[in-house]
């Protein structure tokens, strides 16, 4: 089993910035894969960005170039750095890992990811 704990979200203006942070802990060495996820009300969970064990990353289009995602080993931590925020990118966060490598599309379908944090809320008013 890993452990995941988000932290992180809040609320701030279109064009400002935030960094989520998830800690692992448990298994943490079973994971090959680990992602961002949001969920808006009244919507399906999303692919934000993903990134693997051998440190490569993928993003949504909707996210490219104004997100970053990022891992520190030695702490056991996700990072994702979310610049130029749009009112649109408001949405319940969710770090997501999985033991199994993905590459490509599959590392941002929610379906492929076993380890579940419980989300932190990030609004950005216009």
């Known amino acids: 089993q890993v452990q995941l704990v988000e932290d992180g979200g809040g609320s701030v203006q279109a064009g400002g910035s935030l960094r989520l942070s998830c800690v692992a802990s448990g298994y943490t060495y079973a994971t090959n894969s680990m992602g961002w996820f949001r969920q808006a009300p009244g919507k399906e969970r999303e692919g934000v960005a993903a990134i693997d064990s051998r440190g490569r990353t993928n993003y949504a289009d909707s996210v490219k170039g104004r997100f970053t995602i990022s891992q520190d080993n030695a702490k056991n931590t996700l990072y994702l750095q979310m610049n130029s925020l749009k009112a649109e990118d408001t949405a319940m966060y969710y770090c997501?890992?999985?033991?199994?490598?993905?590459?490509?599309?599959?590392?941002?379908?929610?379906?492929?990811?076993?380890?579940w944090g419980q989300g932190t809320q990030v609004t950005v008013s216009s």
């Open positions: 997501a890992a999985d033991r199994k490598l993905y590459g490509g599309d599959w590392s941002l379908q929610a379906g492929k990811y076993a380890w």
